[in-house]
């Protein structure tokens, strides 16, 4: 079955430093790739999304290629700032299934 | 606009109690979808419903039932809670299938005790 494995934390940075969180998946068709990222107290929200093989997503300085011949999704960003801590899900759906899978969560700390 | 909000936001059970979690979104979404969030197993699906008066299981479905009341509302019940339900639950809404390219909209959550 379809399943996402990524990065497990936490993960510190100081402010200004370049991230890196992996994300591999496995799925048996054709599917859309996300990242969502959850704050303190709140649910998840949409960060990006990519929906087929070489697409990039993109928001807030974030960025993610989805990589279909290594089967990944991994989320970059240049320059961390400090109101980026939060936890990020690797996530993926697929047509053949009504649900989205997600990965076990990166809890990112950054420090000034 | 409200987006999905959920009530409570917290509850503290005992084993064999029952409680109904509520969930409403007011942005015309077809599908809705409840998740539990555990430490270090991400989120999984409990129960979902494709549109007003369907629902299918999820990866979890043990020990819940579920009502689409009409479009705006998805209700879950624990009809005898147990300590394994211990857990954080998020409701979720979408435009179309999650199966799809579209990305699901959250509630803040209902974080749930049982003793």
């Known amino acids: 079955g379809n399943s996402v494995t990524q990065m497990e934390g936490p993960v510190t940075l100081s402010e200004e430093a370049f991230l890196t969180i992996n994300c591999t998946y496995t799925a048996t068709g054709y599917p859309s790739l996300f990242w969502y990222v959850q704050y303190p107290g709140e649910g998840l929200q949409l960060l990006l999304k990519a929906t087929k093989a070489d697409d990039k997503g993109s928001n807030k300085g974030f960025e993610a290629t989805y990589r279909k011949e290594t089967t990944s999704f991994h989320l970059e960003k240049g320059s961390v700032q400090v109101s980026d801590s939060a936890v990020y899900f690797c996530?993926?759906?697929?047509?053949?299934?009504?649900?989205?899978?997600f990965g076990a969560g990166t809890r990112l700390t950054v420090k000034p | 606009n409200a987006g999905v909000t959920q009530t409570p936001k917290f509850q503290v059970l005992k084993t064999g109690q029952s409680m109904t979690l509520q969930c409403a979104q007011d942005m015309n979404h077809n599908s809705m979808y409840w998740y539990r969030q555990d430490p270090g197993m991400g989120l999984r699906l409990i129960y979902y419903s494709a549109s007003e008066g369907t629902t299918d299981k999820g990866e979890v479905p043990n020990g819940y039932n579920v009502s689409r009341l009409n479009k705006r509302e998805f209700s879950l019940r624990l009809e005898s809670a147990a300590p394994s339900q211990t857990s954080v639950y998020f409701c979720?809404?979408?435009?179309?299938?999650?199966?799809?390219?579209?990305?699901?909209?959250f509630g803040p959550g209902t974080r749930l005790t049982v003793t």
């Open positions: 979720a809404s979408t435009f179309g299938l999650a199966g799809g390219a579209y990305e699901q909209y």
């Open positions: 996530a993926l759906s697929d047509p053949a299934m009504n649900d989205m899978r």
